[in-house]
């Protein structure tokens, strides 16, 4: 594919071109905006109990469900104390891990058990509830795309035209 851009007005072109190495150099606008995309995805996942995606959340063992009805918690998996979805979908969590550095995000839960929720052990099924799917991270890249060609939105160009 072969594509001519005629442009009037170079400076304004040249401008343009400046700005999306601005914005390249400084990505944390778009960090933040894919932060937000994971915490939403988040909710669904827990919402669907780890369905979202394919699969889901192997089911709580009877014993482990009659316990938590004894104890008035939470009967949805994951979801006993509350503790654990909030560290994931709420940014006024103390909790929650959401870190950027450039192009890199570090995005989690500082929970103690945490982890053996994430990838499981000898007592308790791995229960992946941050588990991002291709889409989930094409739509990320767009994000990022968006962001740093932000400078070049259709009709950002007076007099430019395109062949």
Same mark, same amino acid.
């Given at each position: 594919?072969?594509?001519?851009?005629?442009?009037?007005? +170079?400076?304004?072109?040249? +401008?343009?071109?400046?700005?999306?190495?601005?914005?390249?150099?400084?990505?944390?606008?778009?960090?933040?905006?894919?932060? $937000?995309? !994971?915490?939403?995805?988040?909710?669904?996942?827990?919402?669907?109990?780890?369905?979202?995606?394919?699969?889901?959340?192997?089911?709580?063992?009877?014993?482990?469900?009659?316990?938590?009805?004894?104890?008035?918690?939470?009967?949805?998996?994951?979801?006993?104390?509350?503790?654990?979805?909030?560290?994931?979908?709420?940014?006024?969590?103390?909790? !929650?891990?959401?870190?950027?550095?450039?192009?890199?995000?570090?995005?989690?839960?500082?929970?103690?058990?945490?982890?053996? +929720?994430?990838?499981?052990?000898?007592?308790?099924?791995?229960?992946?509830?941050?588990?991002?799917?291709?889409? $989930?991270?094409?739509?990320?890249?767009?994000?990022?795309?968006?962001?740093?060609?932000?400078?070049?939105?259709?009709?950002?160009?007076?007099?430019?035209?395109?062949?």
């Amino acid at each position: 594919m072969r594509m001519t851009i005629e442009a009037y007005g +170079h400076k304004e072109v040249s +401008h343009k071109f400046r700005r999306v190495g601005i914005q390249a150099m400084k990505p944390k606008p778009a960090m933040e905006k894919i932060i $937000d995309r !994971m915490i939403e995805i988040e909710k669904t996942t827990f919402d669907s109990q780890g369905h979202r995606g394919g699969g889901s959340w192997r089911a709580l063992s009877p014993g482990w469900a009659a316990r938590k009805a004894a104890m008035g918690r939470d009967a949805r998996i994951l979801r006993s104390t509350g503790a654990l979805y909030r560290s994931l979908t709420s940014k006024q969590s103390s909790n !929650m891990i959401r870190e950027t550095e450039g192009f890199t995000i570090k995005f989690g839960s500082k929970l103690p058990y945490a982890a053996r +929720h994430q990838h499981g052990d000898d007592r308790i099924p791995q229960r992946k509830y941050i588990d991002f799917t291709r889409t $989930d991270v094409q739509g990320f890249s767009r994000i990022v795309i968006r962001h740093i060609t932000s400078p070049f939105k259709v009709g950002s160009v007076k007099g430019a035209r395109s062949r």
